[in-house]
């Protein structure tokens, strides 16, 4: 049996990764501080055998005994991570150093969970993983952008120095059901205010786009890196598709069925024009493409979300 460590395994891509890895049949230690990680994503495994939950936080050091690591942990939304900015570098560089000790003692591998922040906003598009990026150094996002660079170059000289398995994964916008609902990112964002009946606030004029992927393929993406021999990334995981913030209100108020209106506010700081992955690697050395598209994972968002407004109506 693998044992597996999922830092942040609290969170939302980090609870359907512990659930993929305990449906396979894996030891899962599912390590969060509870920052932006909830007990209610993974309430459902705690008493099953090969599950472990532990509060934990990793800019402290981790002493475990494990074969691979996933380390999920670090806010993903602009509004986490800029809450406490210092925290969130701390956590992608103090808790990424601890995490490669851990491994190098353990002998563990490690997936690191990149992003397509570390791109910035990009010059080149679609982004492809040779290109550097275009990133504001003292920026507003720059504390996870930033972070998220020092934890790939960490990565990398734990493994060039140490001989430490390293997997770099680029995850480009996720989205699905256990997404915080008040998060402030935008899928989350929009489904809630049109459940609701309000405007849906579009930053600035809505033409900048991203490309959305459903948190089921993201997983299998993760899983297929971290389990094979030859690729170490980074690898783009993401969905090739392009929506404008417009286009994406207007599939959310399809879906939805709702009669909100749109509403422009100003677009924040550093804001990337444009979001797109070049998928090429992940398809050559994974096998890997998405196979959810918008239309069939916003139904599945928007039926947890009515789910979960109807329990707090409770
Ligand atoms: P999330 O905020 O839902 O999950 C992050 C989890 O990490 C939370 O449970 C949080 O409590 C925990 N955490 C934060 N700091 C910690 C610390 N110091 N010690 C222990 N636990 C800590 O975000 P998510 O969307 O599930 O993202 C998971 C990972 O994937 C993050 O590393 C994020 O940067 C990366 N990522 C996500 C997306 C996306 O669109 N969701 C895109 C790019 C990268
Ligand atoms: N956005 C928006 N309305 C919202 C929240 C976000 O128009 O209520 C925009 C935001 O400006 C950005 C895009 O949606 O251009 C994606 O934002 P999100 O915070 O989800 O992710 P990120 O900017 O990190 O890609």
Same mark, same amino acid.
């Given at each position: ?100 000790? =851990? /491994?190098?003692?353990?002998? !563990?591998?490690?997936?690191?969970? +990149? #992003? ?5 906003? *990009? ?124 286009? =994406? /209100?207007?599939?959310?108020? !399809?879906?939805?069925?709702?009669? +909100? #209106? ?5 677009? *924040? ?46």
């Amino acid at each position: 049996m693998t044992s597996i460590l999922v830092t942040g395994g609290a969170g939302f891509v980090g609870s359907h990764l512990c659930d993929r890895l305990i449906e396979r049949g894996d030891e899962v230690l599912c390590l969060d501080n509870f920052f932006t990680g909830r007990k209610v994503n993974v309430e459902h495994l705690i008493g099953h055998p090969r599950f472990e939950l532990i509060r934990h936080d990793i800019v402290h050091p981790v002493f475990l005994e494990v074969d691979q690591i996933y380390n999920m942990a670090c806010p993903a939304s602009p509004e986490a991570y800029q809450f406490n900015p210092i925290k969130t570098i701390k956590t992608s560089t103090v808790g990424m150093v601890n995490i490669l000790g =851990l /491994a190098k003692r353990c002998r !563990a591998r490690v997936l690191q969970a +990149s #992003t397509s922040e570390v791109y910035g906003d *990009p010059t080149v598009h679609p982004q492809t993983e040779d290109y550097w990026g275009h990133v504001n150094p003292i920026g507003p996002r720059s504390c996870y952008d930033e972070g998220k660079r020092v934890a790939e170059s960490l990565c990398i000289n734990y493994h060039l120095a140490h001989a430490v398995e390293i997997r770099i994964v680029r995850i480009f916008n996720t989205y699905g059901p256990r997404m915080d609902p008040g998060d402030g990112r935008v899928i989350s964002n929009f489904i809630m205010q049109a459940l609701r009946g309000e405007p849906l606030t579009i930053y600035g004029d809505g033409s900048q786009t991203r490309s959305f992927c459903f948190v089921d393929d993201l997983v299998e993406g993760l899983i297929r890196l971290m389990n094979q021999d030859e690729e170490t990334g980074p690898v783009n995981i993401g969905n090739p598709i392009e929506n404008s913030m417009i286009q =994406l /209100a207007e599939s959310v108020l !399809a879906e939805t069925g709702s009669k +909100s #209106t749109l509403t422009h506010v100003e677009l *924040p700081a550093d804001d990337p024009k444009q979001r797109c992955p070049d998928i090429s690697k992940a398809k050559q050395f994974l096998d890997w493409s998405p196979q959810v598209d918008l239309k069939t994972g916003l139904a599945k968002t928007v039926e947890y979300y009515r789910n979960f407004i109807a329990q707090s109506d409770k």
